[in-house]
């Protein structure tokens, strides 16, 4: 099983915590934008990490 998650922000750690434990996949979306990069610990928590760049979002509307 996976999940996606688009946030920073260190509210979501017991969460992706619990997901884990469960066997979930966990990749993370963020912005590597200076004052928008994500929690240090919840990079280090997830499977996977992805930067979002024009290049995704342009590939997203199409």
């Given at each position: 099983?996976?999940?996606?998650i688009?946030?920073g922000?260190s509210d979501?750690l017991?969460a992706?915590e619990?997901?884990?434990?469960?066997g979930?996949?966990?990749?993370?979306?963020?912005?590597?934008?200076?004052?928008?990069?994500p929690?240090?610990e919840?990079?280090?928590?997830v499977?996977?990490?992805?930067?979002i760049?024009?290049?995704?979002?342009?590939?997203?509307?199409r």
């Amino acid at each position: 099983t996976h999940a996606a998650i688009l946030t920073g922000d260190s509210d979501f750690l017991p969460a992706v915590e619990i997901a884990k434990s469960e066997g979930v996949h966990i990749t993370l979306f963020y912005s590597d934008k200076e004052g928008c990069l994500p929690h240090d610990e919840l990079l280090d928590m997830v499977d996977a990490r992805r930067i979002i760049n024009q290049e995704m979002i342009d590939s997203w509307k199409r």
